[in-house]
């Protein structure tokens, strides 16, 4: 659980902290001019722009709010897009390669994303809490009972003659 809640925890500063990387590993591991030009205009603001759409959808689902950790199919998703940018970072020879694959990977985890989270929005049971904090399923409505029909009264206007 306590790696989960980490990962929940990591997902908003990763925004930052992965294109800062990406900056970062240019200068350190000497990336190239065409790099350069591929980091400032692509990649920061895409890794930004896609490591904040992605965390929305991981935060807009009721059992990651409540439990204030991720799934572990989360878990799987996000460490291999994010081991695929700080390998992207190195600027080996392979770099574009690398970046092709990472936003494969991202568009996978995108689409992961949607469909927990179409999952989670389907009705089920509910859990319903008292006052005092106990928790309980209420019981489902009865439709198996036959809905008498309304006695419906009708009354009718006796119209008087004019002038009586």
Do not use: C, N
């Not at 809640?5 to 591991?29: D, I, K």
């Not at 009721?62 to 878990?75: E, H």
């Not at 198996?144 to 009708?154: G, K, L, Q």
């Amino acid at each position: 659980m306590w790696l989960r809640r980490a990962f929940f925890l990591w997902l908003l500063p990763a925004a930052f902290v992965l294109p800062l990387w990406l900056l970062v590993g240019w200068v350190a591991f000497d990336g190239g001019g065409w790099a350069l030009l591929w980091m400032l205009f692509i990649a920061l603001p895409s890794v930004l722009i896609v490591q904040l759409v992605l965390t929305l959808l991981v935060r807009a689902r009721g059992t990651v709010r409540a439990q204030r950790a991720v799934s572990w199919w989360d878990v799987l998703g996000f460490s291999l897009w994010h081991l695929s940018v700080i390998s992207l970072g190195f600027y080996a020879s392979t770099w574009v390669a690398q970046a092709f694959a990472s936003a494969a990977i991202a568009v996978g985890l995108f689409w992961l994303l949607l469909w927990q989270l179409w999952s989670e929005a389907r009705p089920r049971v509910t859990l319903v809490r008292a006052g005092d904090g106990t928790a309980f399923i209420p019981p489902p409505e009865r439709r198996d009972e036959p809905v008498a029909e309304p006695a419906v009264v009708v009354i009718e206007e006796k119209r008087t003659p004019p002038g009586v």
